[in-house]
């Protein structure tokens, strides 16, 4: 099964930048579209991005134009450029499959926490 491991989060004023990386144990990007979801303590998880296989990106509104998802397929990572961070983007931020061409594919990475603060 595909392991995923993110890195990269940790405390940031606001306005301040930071980039999340999610490494996969397998060549998983050709076959799963893949997403950066994000849960703030106590509230529900949502999506923030998701890179499809052929590499479009969708943004969730309130992080479009500051957010950018990408990846390198060679070296088997995704990464979260985020820019322009507020309080609201305070949460646990996880890298996942999200569907993929065998859906007994499914895997999340333990989550990267990032804290933002006046």
């Known amino acids: 099964q595909v392991q995923l491991e993110e890195s990269g989060g940790g405390s940031v004023e606001i306005g301040g930048s930071l980039k999340l990386s999610c490494v996969a144990s397998t060549d998983i990007f050709d076959v799963c579209d893949m997403g950066w979801y994000r849960q703030p303590l106590g509230k529900p998880h949502f999506v923030v991005s998701t890179i499809r296989i052929d590499g479009t990106t969708d943004y969730a509104a309130s992080v479009k134009g500051r957010f950018t998802l990408s990846r390198d397929n060679d070296k088997k990572t995704m990464y979260l450029q985020m820019n322009d961070l507020k309080s609201d983007d305070t949460a646990v931020y996880y890298c996942?499959?999200?569907?993929?061409?065998?859906?007994?594919?499914?895997?999340r990475g333990p989550g990267t926490q990032v804290t933002v603060s006046s």
């Open positions: 996942s499959t999200r569907r993929c061409l065998n859906p007994n594919i499914n895997a």
